[in-house]
């Protein structure tokens, strides 16, 4: 959903697992619907590892867990890998992630998030590392993440560091502009280039 | 620099845009009816139309069902997605080709096979296994849903430039060590995230060696170690295979296209961001143990112990093996199977059911395994047919479906039960891939075919 970015503080919820991909943040049978629904799409997140198959959430898993909540995602390293479904960011974003954290994205999922206001945000091992222990010791410990000055800081621990975003995507996510509006104002451009490149 | 990665790339930028990506020309978008259907629905609500439909190619293949096509799909909502995108393809004025047209098939094997893809272009397609069309030698990288609207609107993605990467293999692969092992052992070697945020080129005397098809196999798994796309310069081979094709250029324009294909290489200066180099000779047979392409080993070898994956990453490697019922540090050859599946885009073209019906000749699918052999489009199953390779599959007790994605993905029936073992020429081993609790084992259409003939994992050079 389009919202304007800025500054962004709350708890977390925990996953600490590695390589975690786009067919466990929605499997395959969900991507059949013909409309985005970011609802449904949400309540279906991680479908497989929060729910039995009768439907009954599995007690163990983190969004079951009534101890964590938050609008931040804290992934182990190369999150999204695998399939370029877009419904992954659909369903992340429909359950009410504003950002992400892992060392390590994807690339095509780190495109989707962005492109759906989803703020993937790439910390080192260590700060990663640091953050899950915050986490363990205190479920409600906050994050803050600054979009203006591309910092984020873990407040428990004072910790913070600088993460990478391009000053055209900022000013995109700071001013909720996608790159279709963008692009749509780029007409001649992309006629000059056609008729050069015949 | 001087890379063929920067010659293709740097002849499509339109626009750099200052501290942003590139605004970069794409002369072929395909699509599929997963990841349109909100592209499409993204044009209405803004009112526009697609800028260039003519470049524009669309078809069903996920959940087109792998028979009785000439029927209604019984899935509604199936149905529903596949008659969307005909309803989509008409009200914006794309071309399609719909179930049952003998041009349909999966979209990564229609494009090469119809000379849709070719050297020097730029190709997305909402979907990762777009790599594929990289074989021809052109640019090629799957996008999302919201990229595909982009496209549709702009006939331009934004982009960062990727890093480039070129992998050599140097040397003659040994006896049934065929592409699809050669891109497992790649990802055994770079795990999924080796490659991520890299553009690789595949070179070396083994890459060369490569037909079409294995090209095509090899480029399609580049993904699986998180590159951006991969793809091979084109030679006489691309040529051979690309001459006569339905869409290639013919007569005068053919010649001015080789003409420009042929300078289409990395200059003996080209300077790469990373490079490596592997031997043919250390590939061997290759399995995968776990739940991602990464996660792979000769099949001779024995699943990494505990220690030697260490602390690191112990969480995931523990939570992979109890989902595929294994041990660390055991071996898999001789292990019952249950399901085989030949096809996806990945392994669904004719020299796979080349390789598989070499080792099922003269030989009966064992009793406990269910094999699908899905050719990966009509034409596929049309060559099968020709070279009478539908009678040997026949006399050996296999049949053959009609085309699709099938059980790569299992978004139409075919799903492999919970805790089955299933041999599988696809891409991917995730969980639940294949059907919900499926234990999926990567491998090459050999490896599957001496598992179908066996049912056990079985080397095929012992065969």
């Known amino acids: 959903m389009k919202q304007k970015f800025n500054i962004i503080e709350s708890s977390c919820i925990p996953l600490p697992l590695e390589n975690v991909d786009t067919d466990q943040i929605i499997p395959a049978r969900f991507l059949k619907a013909t409309t985005r629904d970011e609802a449904f799409f949400g309540e279906n997140l991680f479908r497989d590892w929060r729910y039995r198959p009768d439907g009954t959430p599995i007690e163990g898993f983190v969004l079951n867990d009534p101890r964590y909540s938050g609008d931040i995602l804290v992934a182990g390293k190369n999150f999204g890998s695998g399939s370029s479904r877009e419904h992954a960011a659909w369903a992340i974003a429909g359950y009410g992630f504003k950002v992400v954290i892992s060392s390590f994205f994807a690339d095509i999922h780190k495109n989707n998030e962005l492109n759906n206001f989803v703020l993937p945000v790439t910390v080192s091992e260590d700060f990663l590392a640091e953050l899950f222990e915050t986490i363990a010791a205190d479920p409600k410990a906050k994050v803050r993440v600054d979009v203006p000055a591309q910092t984020v800081t873990n407040l428990t621990t004072g910790r913070s560091e600088s993460f990478e975003l391009n000053g055209y995507k900022k000013y995109c996510l700071m001013n909720a502009l996608d790159d279709i509006d963008y692009l749509l104002e780029q007409k001649s451009k992309i006629e000059q280039y056609e008729k050069k490149s015949v | ?463």
């Open chain 2, 1 to 463: 620099m001087n890379t063929l990665f920067d010659k293709i790339w740097d002849s499509h930028v339109v626009d750099l845009i200052k501290d942003g990506p590139t605004q970069l020309y794409i002369d072929r978008l395909y699509c599929h009816e997963v990841t349109s259907p909100q592209a499409f629905e993204g044009l209405r609500r803004r009112g526009i139309r697609c800028l260039r439909p003519e470049k524009i190619y669309c078809m069903p293949d996920h959940n087109t069902p792998t028979h009785d096509q000439d029927k209604p799909i019984e899935d509604p909502v199936s149905k529903k997605q596949v008659d969307t995108l005909a309803a989509n393809t008409a009200e914006f004025g794309l071309t399609h080709f719909g179930m049952m047209d003998p041009r349909n098939g999966i979209i990564h094997v229609v494009g090469p096979e119809r000379g849709l893809s070719l050297p020097g272009m730029t190709i997305v397609c909402g979907d990762s296994h777009t790599s594929t069309h990289g074989a021809v030698g052109a640019l090629a990288f799957g996008i999302g849903t919201s990229e595909v609207e982009m496209v549709m609107a702009s006939q331009c993605i934004l982009q960062q430039k990727p890093k480039s990467m070129r992998i050599r293999v140097e040397g003659k692969l040994g006896p049934c060590v065929t592409a699809k092992d050669v891109a497992l052992f790649l990802m055994e070697k770079l795990t999924t995230s080796g490659a991520t945020g890299y553009f690789v080129e595949y070179a070396g005397s083994a890459v060369r060696s490569l037909t079409m098809e294995g090209r095509l196999t090899l480029c399609n798994l580049s993904i699986e170690m998180g590159a951006r796309g991969g793809f091979i310069a084109p030679d006489e081979t691309t040529f051979a295979y690309l001459k006569g094709r339905e869409n290639a250029p013919k007569g005068e324009d053919w010649d001015k296209a080789v003409e420009y294909w042929k300078t289409l290489k990395s200059g003996d200066d080209a300077v790469f961001d990373k490079e490596l180099v592997f031997d043919a000779a250390e590939i061997q047979p290759m399995i995968t143990y776990g739940t991602n392409p990464g996660m792979g080993m000769a099949i001779t070898g024995s699943i990494p112990t505990l220690e030697s994956v260490g602390e690191e990453g112990g969480e995931s490697f523990r939570k992979s093996l109890k989902y595929m019922g294994f041990k660390p540090g055991e071996k898999l050859l001789g292990k019952k199977i249950d399901y085989v599946f030949l096809g996806a885009c990945t392994n669904g073209r004719i020299e796979d059911f080349r390789a598989f019906a070499s080792i099922a000749k003269g030989r009966r699918k064992a009793d406990n395994v269910t094999a699908w052999l899905v050719p990966g489009s009509w034409e596929v199953l049309r060559q099968i047919r020709e070279e009478g390779l539908d009678k040997v599959l026949e006399a050996a007790g296999f049949a053959i479906r009609q085309p699709g994605c099938s059980a790569c993905l299992a978004m139409n029936d075919d799903k492999i039960p919970a805790g089955k073992y299933s041999v599988s020429t696809s891409n991917r081993n995730f969980e639940g891939r294949q059907g919900p609790g499926a234990r999926t084992i990567l491998a090459s259409p050999l490896v599957a075919a001496a598992a179908a003939v066996t049912g056990v994992i079985t080397d095929p050079r012992t065969l």
